[in-house]
């Protein structure tokens, strides 16, 4: 028999073991914030933390050697409108017919609740700051318009006006201007300003300002802050000072190879080439240096952001995660812009820090539409079942681990596919392969100039690519609201 003493005694161990377990269990709930920044068709192939040596970004590469960075990340499909829709939302492009400049919510449906919408849900503080879901670049900006948002996904949205290619300072039109003498213009094409004036006449110095204050205005409760930086989209906007590192005439273009194109399927020839912009060598290497000024201003507008969250005390509980919608042909091939499913258009940097995780560069295939159910999943929020994206938290902890052994990727309104491998990129124009292949052996050619589609030796890993492509678009269009896209 136990004396009383001894009851007391095992009663106090007792007593103290479950305060221990269950403080230690009320740590375990992950009260996290999130900072999410996405900038705007930025190639990994620009970035310094990346291969890119000539272009300084310095924010960029300290929060990649801080956090978890992924060197094969793709998005979904290369063109802002539909890419953004499908990593908000979870979703496939196919899964939910979404291939244009929509929010996604039209086809996504009221039913399904985006990212930043589980996290409104859950007692969040949710906003963006500029653009997230779809905004013309540079017409919603000159306006300062919501673009294609979608309210459910926030509490608050601010928009950050500004003049864009109007801006003040040296403007030269690199595109369609073969004799120079069209200064700038609007719309989608490569306008160079050398801006006179500050960091806050410029749409992501606003950008940037704005979300520090929401930074400091809500660092009290839980958040999850949106943060959409418009550069390096033309037009080629910044301060005059970021512009000196890149003198042109030291750009080193892509190099360009003989009958390039003569392997290319005509579907495979980008929207905007050197060819169809009339561009000289010299305006190639100003767009070039442009974007990197423009890539060096997102950066440091990164920074401020960045020092700002350090600042206030949050990096300790403060999920960040730094992406780009799609990348962006420099030139090479002569290709120029987004669309294209050629490595450079559809690959994307992704860094992503989790507090109290190691730093580590990962090289597992992972997609845009993975963010989703990592962030709810570190986050302890339930993400609706359906989503098609797959959590990372296992590659956060292991970079060796692997959820995917390829990325799928869709352009042309979701007419033509990429599927990338470890080995491959096997891209397919129409789903009959009529409009044409391309297969590029990426170990040996990554900067892919040899199409082996239509070489015999090929014809088996052709065969495999094609079927691949058959089951992963019979699952993606696998809805979960009851429509069969598989019958449209
Ligand atoms: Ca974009």
Redesign the pocket.
């Known amino acids: 028999m136990f004396s009383e003493k001894n009851k007391k005694i095992r009663f106090s161990i007792v007593f103290f073991a479950s305060v221990i377990l269950i403080s230690c269990t009320q740590e375990q709930k992950k009260d996290y914030n999130v900072l999410f920044i996405i900038s ?3 190639t990994a192939t620009a970035l310094s933390s990346y291969e890119n040596k000539a272009c300084s970004t310095p924010n960029i590469n300290k929060l990649a050697s801080e956090g978890v960075m992924f060197t094969k990340a793709y998005c979904q499909y ?4 539909p ?2 829709a499908s990593l908000m939302s979870g979703y496939y492009p196919h899964a939910t017919t979404t291939f244009g400049y929509v929010s996604g919510r039209k086809n996504i449906g009221k039913e399904r609740k985006t990212w930043s919408q589980s996290f409104k849900e859950n007692g969040y503080y949710t906003a963006r700051v500029s ?1 997230i879901y779809h905004m013309g ?1 540079p017409i919603d900006i000159e306006t300062g318009s919501d673009g294609q948002d979608d309210p459910a996904s926030w509490n608050e949205k601010y928009n950050s006006q500004a003049l864009e290619w109007q801006t003040k300072g040296e403007a030269e039109l690199v595109q369609g201007n073969p004799d120079g003498t069209i200064e700038r213009k609007g719309g989608n094409v490569m306008t160079i300003v050398k801006a006179d004036g500050d960091d806050l006449v410029l749409a992501d110095g606003i950008t940037a300002k704005k979300a520090s204050e929401l930074i400091r205005k809500h660092k009290n409760e839980k958040f999850f802050l949106a943060i959409g930086m418009v550069r390096p ?1 033309v037009p080629f906007v910044a301060p005059k000072a970021h512009f000196a590192p890149y003198p042109y005439t030291d750009i080193i273009l892509s190099e360009k190879v003989e009958n390039d194109w003569d392997d290319i399927p005509k579907r495979g020839i980008n929207y905007v080439t050197s060819v169809n912009g009339e561009m000289s060598i010299e305006q190639q290497q100003k767009a070039v240096a442009a974007y990197y000024a423009s890539v060096s201003f997102m950066d440091e507008q990164v920074g401020k952001v960045l020092r700002t969250l350090e600042k206030e005390g949050l990096e300790d509980n403060t999920i960040v995660i730094f992406t ?3 990348g ?1 042909h420099l030139g090479e091939h002569d290709f120029w812009m ?1 669309v294209s499913l050629h490595e450079e258009s559809v690959r994307v940097p992704l860094i992503i820090k989790v507090p109290g995780k190691k730093p580590a560069v990962c090289n597992s295939f992972v997609e845009l539409i993975d963010m989703y159910p990592t962030v709810t999943e570190l986050a302890e929020i339930k993400h609706p079942k359906h989503i098609q994206g797959k959590s990372l938290v296992k590659i956060l902890d292991d970079p060796n681990h692997k959820v995917r052994d390829m990325a799928f990727s869709v352009s042309q309104g979701g007419k033509s596919f990429l599927l990338r491998t470890d080995g491959w990129a096997y891209i397919q124009y129409d789903e009959d392969a009529k409009s044409g292949m391309e297969l590029f052996d990426m170990k040996n050619d990554p900067k892919q100039y040899t199409n082996l589609a239509y070489d015999p030796k090929y014809v088996k890993i052709i065969d495999e690519f094609q079927q691949k492509l058959q089951d992963k678009l019979k699952e993606v269009r696998t809805n979960d609201l009851g429509i069969d896209y598989n019958k449209r």
């Open positions: 705007d068709d930025l290369p063109v802002c409108g890419s953004r653009k670049v989209h780009s919608d799609h962006f987004k």
